[in-house]
């Protein structure tokens, strides 16, 4: 028997002892698995604008979580975002700006709070001119598809 430390073999004895196959479970058993059922996750991220915070500015609670008043995260409950950038749960600046303390201000700058209006990047338009449309013809006819009958 050849022993790894005997130094006539050397690096051969070593590495003949190093690339023996090695019993693993993964190389020995193929299994097949079938799933029966599985539980979705969905995950998002609200689109903020760049620098604000990740918080309502009134619960202070994450936008991934909810406001006082939902039950699950997005439930009829998006994110306002004033003009000024500062954002919040819809039902609680709403409930702030019902109150007469706030006189209509955003909570955290006390500037009159007016929604951001979302931009909207569209497609430049085509001029449509429906007489200047011609139905399309189809190419072939009956005489082409009976050629193709004879075998």
Same mark, same amino acid.
Request: hydrophobic letters at 30%.
């Given at each position: 028997?050849?022993?790894?430390?005997?130094?006539?073999?050397?690096?051969?004895?070593?590495?003949?002892?190093?690339?023996?196959?090695?019993?693993?479970?993964?190389?020995?058993?193929?299994?097949?698995?079938?799933?029966?059922?599985?539980?979705?996750?969905?995950?998002?991220? #609200?689109?903020?604008? $760049?620098? /604000?915070?990740?918080? &309502?500015?009134? *619960? @202070?609670?994450? +936008?991934?979580?909810?406001?006082?008043?939902?039950?699950?995260?997005?439930?009829?409950?998006?994110?306002?975002?004033?003009?000024?950038?500062?954002?919040?749960?819809?039902?609680?600046?709403?409930? #702030?700006?019902?109150? $007469?303390? /706030?006189?209509?201000? &955003?909570?955290? *700058? @006390?500037?009159? +709070?007016?929604?951001?209006?979302?931009?909207?990047?569209?497609?430049?338009?085509?001029?449509?001119?429906?007489?200047?449309?011609?139905?399309?013809?189809?190419?072939?006819?009956?005489?082409?598809?009976?050629?193709?009958?004879?075998?």
């Amino acid at each position: 028997m050849i022993h790894p430390t005997n130094k006539k073999f050397g690096i051969r004895a070593i590495l003949a002892f190093s690339h023996r196959p090695q019993h693993s479970p993964s190389a020995a058993v193929k299994m097949k698995i079938t799933i029966n059922s599985y539980n979705a996750v969905a995950a998002w991220k #609200w689109d903020l604008p $760049e620098g /604000s915070d990740d918080t &309502c500015g009134i *619960c @202070r609670v994450e +936008f991934e979580g909810t406001c006082s008043k939902c039950k699950f995260p997005g439930e009829d409950c998006p994110i306002l975002i004033g003009e000024c950038s500062h954002c919040f749960h819809t039902h609680c600046i709403s409930g #702030w700006l019902q109150s $007469e303390s /706030s006189q209509g201000r &955003c909570p955290m *700058c @006390r500037q009159t +709070f007016r929604e951001k209006v979302a931009e909207v990047k569209s497609k430049p338009s085509q001029p449509r001119n429906p007489a200047s449309r011609q139905p399309q013809q189809r190419q072939g006819s009956a005489s082409s598809a009976s050629s193709g009958a004879s075998r």
